[in-house]
Every structure is written in structure tokens, then in C-alpha cells.
């Protein structure tokens, strides 16, 4: 048996290029691309990593960081698991043909719990946009303050506040748009061709 080359470096490989990644606290996180677990075959080198939702993300792991890798970021393991649905994960047929033995090769790592807030819920997206505007009046006053703007500084704030909320309010929109459209492929449902995206 040859040894596999990998031609990445990290613990993982994002071929489609979906911006799939660890939680990052206090940053904002799309639930459908968070990876929230890996169930990992040490002896085979075999992975799924899924999403929050339990749904199954297509990365390549690379064996020889894992290990590594695992250690640093899990939160809890289960052994003798595999967990991942939808057209990503371990085909049905053959997980449920896998002896005890077998089985106990697996274990699944947790990366996350239900006590994570994600960006896509409402409430959450409403704190990080008070908590930026916060942010965008006190630059737009040290700003205002700098530099040569000939209107008052109540109009310039407001104004600069206002363009912040309305970026972001379209921000929020296209984010989840598209998070939906990732959480519609990861489940194996086709996705309706948009124009621009």
C-alpha cells in the first residue's frame, strides 16, 4: 500500500471552496458553514465532518495534522459514532453494515454545542448590529473630528450611522440567502439558478 500525498497544508481541505470553518466567538458565524464536529477513522484515516444541523460537509482531512487537531479544538467525543446525513456522509447501506469492530475505529469529535449563537438567528444578528453601529458612531465622530467635513457632526453621524445599518441590513440578507442555499446542498436538494450568485 503507497502512502496518500496530500497537497494542503492545515487539518482540512475545503475543495468547493464554501468558506466552511471552525466557530470563531464574538465573530460572526453562519450556521450551515461552521463545522461542528468530525467523525474520525484513525486506522483508516477516513473523515466526516458535518454542520450543526448534522448535515454533512465535503472536506478532505489531512491525516498527518488531525490528531493534532482534534486535541486543540474538541469539546467532547463520542466513540464507536458516526454521525453526517445527507449526500456528504457515509453512504446508509454501507454504515449499517459496519460490524462492532469496525465501528469502534470511529470516533466523533464535537466542536461545537447547542449553547453556540449563530448569525443567522435574528436575535443574535440584532446585538452584532447594535454593537457595530456603537463602533461606526464613535468612528464617525473621531472622523468627523479629523478631518475638514464642513457639516455639523449630529448630521454627519446620523448619516454615516444610517449607510452603516442600511450595509448591513442587505448584508444580513445576502448572507442568509446564500447560508440557505449551502444548508439546500448539503441536504442534496437542488438549488434554483439565481442571476449575480
Known amino acids: 500500500m503507497s502512502a496518500r500525498r496530500y497537497h494542503f497544508t492545515g ?10 470553518c471552525l466557530y470563531k466567538p464574538g465573530d460572526i458565524n453562519w ?3 461552521i463545522i461542528a464536529g468530525v467523525s474520525w477513522n484513525g486506522q483508516s484515516q477516513e473523515a ?14 489531512n491525516p498527518w495534522e488531525m490528531p493534532a487537531f482534534l486535541r486543540k479544538h474538541e469539546v467532547r467525543r463520542e466513540f464507536s459514532s458516526i454521525h453526517g446525513d445527507g449526500p456528504f456522509a457515509m453512504d446508509k447501506q454501507r454504515r449499517s453494515c459496519l460490524t462492532s469492530c469496525q465501528l469502534a475505529e470511529w470516533v466523533t469529535y464535537w466542536f461545537t454545542d447547542e449553547s453556540y449563537p449563530y448569525s443567522n438567528d435574528p436575535e443574535v444578528w440584532d446585538v452584532w448590529v447594535a454593537n457595530d453601529l456603537v463602533q461606526e458612531q464613535v468612528t464617525s465622530e473621531q472622523s468627523h473630528a479629523l478631518g475638514r467635513d464642513q457639516t455639523d457632526l449630529d448630521s ?3 448619516e454615516c450611522v444610517a449607510k452603516r445599518g442600511e450595509w448591513l441590513t442587505e ?5 442568509c440567502k446564500e447560508d440557505a442555499r449551502i444548508f439546500a446542498w448539503l441536504k442534496g436538494e437542488a438549488i434554483p439558478q439565481t442571476s449575480g450568485n
Open 11 to 20: 487539518p482540512f481541505h475545503d475543495p468547493y471552496g464554501a468558506a466552511f
Open 48 to 61: 466526516f465532518f458535518f454542520n450543526p444541523d448534522g448535515l454533512a460537509i465535503p472536506l478532505r482531512a
Open 156 to 158: 454627519f453621524v446620523a
Open 171 to 175: 448584508e444580513y440578507r445576502r448572507r
Open 31 to 33: 450556521r450551515h458553514r
